[in-house]
């Protein structure tokens, strides 16, 4: 399976940007990710039968997936300059065991998109 993200870019704080992840082939749960620079890949948000969220962007960013389950977006709203950092969404492999917040539990990754959010 193939992930495609797409989506990001430069914008001023407070606006607003919407990630997309094309899978290639069946996964299960789907997840973004993010790292910004000199720091580690840290959780953003996953979904599968419910929506989990880093407490970070808890009320201002929003996963959704598609009725097909193959794109999974992220609304990002209310930005920030420590939002700023490459944007990357993962796939969990059906029937394998799944943690939302830990990248171990994904097995299909995304080349990441960069976001930039300027003060």
């Known amino acids: 399976v193939q992930l495609q993200a797409s989506g990001g870019g430069v914008v001023q704080a407070g606006g607003s940007l919407r990630l997309s992840c094309a899978a290639s082939g069946r996964t299960s749960g789907m997840g973004w990710f993010r790292q910004a620079p000199g720091k580690e890949r840290e959780f953003v948000a996953a979904?599968?039968?419910?929506?989990h969220y880093a407490d970070s962007v808890k009320g201002r960013f929003t996963i959704s997936r598609d009725n097909a389950g193959n794109t999974v977006y992220l609304q990002m709203n209310s930005l920030k300059p420590e939002d700023t950092g490459v944007y990357f969404c993962a796939g969990q492999r059906p029937f394998s065991s799944w943690y939302p917040e830990k990248g171990t539990s994904y097995e299909y990754w995304g080349q990441g998109t960069l976001v930039t959010v300027s003060s």
């Open positions: 979904i599968w039968s419910r929506q």
